[in-house]
């Protein structure tokens, strides 16, 4: 009697259990049976290339992740495009990351499985962030495989790129797109940019380059800046500056092929040359290798900073006095040394790196760097234009190498010859800026400014305020038609919707800063997180804004606020800069 009813409990048991898995649906269909030539049929309703432009639907997701062998991944970051069918790990700010499943419609019908992602702009998940929902329209990035039959984007190598329409970018060696176009040779003289980084990387595949090679691009993304603790730093470097078409440099050291220990930190968009060995990793990520790379130049800077710089090799033999015209016909090379003179143009005001235009009656080109006088060690380029008086328009000679990068042609290693036409203080470059380097109070680490003090007329724009430290402040409308002004009504500049403004230090690095607001009208301080601060982290103390964790020598805070009237400006009475010491 018990053998009976033993059998008949497990015969019950097995009934349940197959009536509760008729409820939960299958993530996609299940394959149909292979044809002649072995592979499995297609599912209809295919759309999408994998790129940002045009990106697959869940169907096309599938069947491109049913031609990959059990455990193998695609070479590329993809993007995925769907409705959110279902959550299996919400994002939550213990992990960072979320799994769920899309399909093209919405429905249980043919669903992709976004295994364990980041959330938008290739970030891990933060208490401000908004949670998904079912419903959400949403296009994933990241690198297709077939675990054990499953298709799904690789844990730790897919990201959440757009939610609803917001994306913040962050795609990764151009996530599957193969727009634009690779340059250079890997030469110095005439570096890869990141399309050609990404190419050679996977050329060489998951193993290290013979050579080392030189990068050149714009600082798109800083994952882990420089700091003493590790010495290194990743990022990403683009044409543009963009993650378009973006090049992980990974872990690399500083200038001088050092660990960190002082100098100029990394921001997004300086123009960077990285020298060193470079790897598809995992057979999906370009990236250099790690501790056999680094930072050969900072927006032309080459030595490792500090008190008494190294200085470079200088030019040696044979110096040709050329015209522009001729330097631009002629080849590449790190050897041949060319001596022009022209008329300075493009020179931005706070320019530290010696980066400007140099125009003769026959041409103009591009000069990278001009941080050295004919005989003497680097410096910063303002320590020239102290001494030399080096200003928009002045005539100048210069002895450089010809370089190109993009196509672009370029004066390399540049060292400083003469000027005509100097001037020991450089025009204001704002009209209606204040440019006088004596603005605010030092003491110790912090500067202390207040708005009031700064003798801008009522309705005007405060333009570029230059402090006394050399640290800039300047604003920008951000596409508002209201730009940012000073009233003398509650003694404050104003920023509306969209308007930022960038505080750059000279030589030093921002740990954090206080705004004090005023908060009359209903004016915002920051309800609702309206202002944020990149990098930085943005918190309201009464009617002050504490912006901490900055660690860069510039920082953009930027009104987020969407909301018009009073209610919807930031009003800023006294800021106090705090450095790192």
Do not use: H
Not at 290 to 303: C, E, H, I, P, V
Request: hydrophobic share 30%; with cysteine.
């Amino acid at each position: 009697m018990k053998k009976l009813f033993s059998k008949l409990m497990l015969v019950a048991m097995a009934v349940a259990t197959f009536t509760a898995c008729e409820d939960v649906p299958e993530p996609y269909n299940i394959p149909s049976p292979e044809d002649d030539n072995g592979s499995s049929t297609e599912i209809e309703g295919a759309t999408g290339s994998g790129t940002l432009a045009d990106p697959f639907n869940a169907v096309a997701a599938l069947n491109y992740g049913k031609k990959l062998a059990s455990g193998e991944s695609s070479t590329d970051y993809m993007f995925i495009k769907g409705r959110v069918v279902s959550i299996k790990e919400q994002f939550s700010t213990q992990y960072g990351n979320g799994t769920f499943y899309i399909s093209s419609d919405g429905t249980a019908q043919n669903q992709f499985y976004a295994y364990r992602v980041l959330y938008l702009g290739n970030k891990k998940f933060t208490s401000s962030d908004k949670p998904i929902e079912v419903g959400d329209e949403v296009i994933v990035c990241g690198v297709i495989t077939n675990y054990n039959g499953t298709i799904e984007t690789a844990q730790g190598q897919g990201f959440l790129y757009s939610l609803n329409g917001e994306d913040r970018g962050g795609a990764p060696n151009g996530g599957g797109d193969d727009s634009g176009t690779a340059t250079g040779d890997g030469t110095l003289a005439n570096p890869f940019n990141s399309v050609a980084a990404i190419a050679y990387a996977k050329q060489v595949g998951n193993a290290e380059s013979e050579k080392e090679v030189y990068i050149k691009g714009k600082v798109a993304e800083i994952t882990e800046q420089y700091g003493t603790q590790f010495g290194n730093a990743t990022f990403t470097v683009s044409d543009d500056g963009t993650s378009s078409n973006a090049f992980t440099v990974y872990r690399a050291l500083y200038l001088g092929n050092k660990k960190y220990t002082s100098g100029a930190l990394l921001e997004v968009g300086n123009d960077v040359i990285v020298y060193g060995k470079v790897t598809c990793y995992m057979g999906n990520k370009p990236e250099t290798v790690q501790g056999k790379a680094y930072l050969y130049s900072l927006n032309g800077q080459t030595d490792g900073g500090g008190d008494t710089p190294t200085p470079d090799p200088q030019p040696s033999g044979e110096v040709k006095t050329v015209s522009i015209a001729d330097f631009n016909d002629a080849e590449v090379s790190n050897d041949v040394w060319y001596q022009l003179t022209g008329k300075v143009t493009n020179l931005k005001p706070d320019d530290i790196y010696g980066n400007f235009d140099l125009d003769d009656e026959t041409g103009s080109v591009y000069v990278y760097g001009l941080l050295s006088e004919k005989g003497g060690a680097k410096k910063l380029f303002q320590e020239l234009v102290a001494a030399k008086g080096i200003k928009e328009g002045s005539t100048l000679t210069l002895i450089g190498n010809r370089g190109e990068y993009n196509g672009k042609i370029e004066v390399m290693n540049a060292y400083f010859v003469s000027v005509e036409g100097g001037s020991d203080t450089p025009d204001d470059p704002t009209p209606g800026g204040d440019n006088t380097g004596n603005k605010g109070t030092l003491s110790g680490n912090q500067l202390t400014l207040v708005t009031a003090d700064l003798g801008i007329e009522n309705g005007n724009e405060p333009g570029t305020i230059t402090l006394v430290d050399g640290t800039t402040i300047s604003f920008d409308g951000g596409g508002n038609s209201n730009t940012p002004k000073y009233y003398n009504s509650g003694t404050s500049i104003r920023m509306y919707p969209k308007n930022a403004m960038t505080i750059k230090a000279s030589g030093k690095t921002i740990k954090s800063i206080k705004l004090s607001c005023s908060t009359s009208n209903g004016t915002l301080c920051n309800a609702g997180g309206e202002v944020s601060a990149a990098p930085g982290s943005v918190a309201v103390s009464g009617d002050d804004l504490d912006i901490s964790a900055i660690y860069s020598s510039s920082t953009t805070i930027t009104n987020n606020n969407g909301n018009t009237g009073a209610a919807s400006q930031l009003r800023i009475t006294q800021l106090v800069i705090t450095y790192a010491e």
